[in-house]
Every structure is written in C-alpha cells, then in structure tokens.
C-alpha cells in the first residue's frame, strides 16, 4: 500500500504592519530649526519636533499658530466667578421657592447689614474663580495634548531614545495628508537629516 504525500505551498505568515511615521535625526539646533522650516514650507501639519531640551524660536520655525488654552481657563474662570456667586447668594441671602428646606440657605441678620453684600462675599467669589480656572487649564492641557498617553508607535524605535541625550528628531506622521514615504523621505534627507528611520505600529 502505498501513501500519497500531498505537499501544500505554505504561505508565510505576514505580519502587516502600517507606517506610523517617518523619523529623522538632525545632530544640532541650527540644523534642525532649518529642517523644521523647510518641513513648514513644504505644508506638513501632522509633525513634531522632539529635542533634548527647549528650543528658543522652534514654534516660529515650525509655525505654530497660539493655543487656545487660554479659552480653557477663561471658560473655567468665569464659570467659578459665577457659580461662586451663585453659591453665596444661595445660601445666605435668598429663600428658593419649591426647593426643600434642607437645600436652602439660612439668611443671617446681622446688625442690620443686608443679606447679601458683593464686597463680603468677594473672597469667595475670588476662591472659585481661582479653583475652576485651574482646572480648566490642567483639563484643557491634557485634552490637547492628547494626554495620558500610555502608549505611541515611536516607542518601538530604539534610536529615538538618543532624544533624551543629544539627539534631534523631526518626526512627520503618515496621517499628514501631504504624506509620501518617498517624497518625505527625499525631503527630510535635503534638509540635512544624518539618519531616517520608518516607524511602524
């Protein structure tokens, strides 16, 4: 009796892995802030630069319009001043119709001074405006910068470590819609880049 062995073609097993970023290294300040210019000119908008330490003028470089972080603790300012408000005049000033009496304020008479008065409360007042202004900034920080990031693709490059030390990275991302790994690459290669690496996640 005789036994067919039937050989099928295997196909290896392709891990497919999309290109998060291109990542160039540039060895000084002069010549990254020049690349981060040219990357600027040419009409990046998903891109970074990652340094070592800050860089003087670098968002002028890479034309970096201003946050609008300040709108956050604007936002968060003015909804303390008013709560505050609200809140003294709540409670010791004013008897809400409807509300239970275990919600309501208590109006103190106080030799004969009126129940509510702006410049006694103004401490208050002050207080929440502090308190929910800075909790506008702190959320509003973490919400533009994307934060907590517990994990990012650039992690897997152990060169980019050097960033840390004495190393300048431009890392322009493949959601850039003017992204192409040939033309970016030619390009951050023209703008004195030493080292470009393809990160993928």
Not at 36 to 60: M, S
Not at 151 to 180: C, G, M, W
Request: zero cysteines; glycine letters at 8%.
């Amino acid at each position: 009796m005789s036994e067919h062995a039937t050989n099928q073609p295997t196909t290896p097993a392709i891990a497919l892995e999309a290109i998060y970023a291109l990542v160039a290294e540039f060895e000084d300040v002069a010549t990254v802030t020049a690349a981060a210019e040219r990357v600027r000119d040419a009409g990046y908008t998903q891109w970074d630069v990652h340094a070592p330490f800050p860089i003087h003028g670098i968002d002028k470089a890479m034309g970096m319009r201003p946050t609008i972080l300040p709108w956050f603790t604007l936002g968060g300012g003015l909804a303390g001043l008013f709560g505050g408000l609200l809140l003294v005049w709540g409670m010791n000033a004013t008897t809400i119709p409807g509300v239970p009496t275990s919600l309501q304020g208590y109006q103190y008479m106080i030799s004969g001074k009126p129940t509510f008065s702006l410049p006694a409360n103004i401490p208050i007042i002050f207080e929440t405006t502090i308190l929910l202004a800075a909790f506008g900034t702190v959320l509003g920080m973490f919400a533009l910068n994307r934060l907590p990031m517990l994990y990012n693709p650039l992690f897997k490059s152990r060169r980019f470590r050097q960033v840390t030390t004495d190393r300048f990275y431009i890392v322009i991302e493949a959601t850039d819609p003017k992204f192409h790994t040939e033309a970016t690459a030619e390009l951050l290669l023209a703008a004195g880049s030493k080292h470009l690496e393809r990160v993928t996640d």
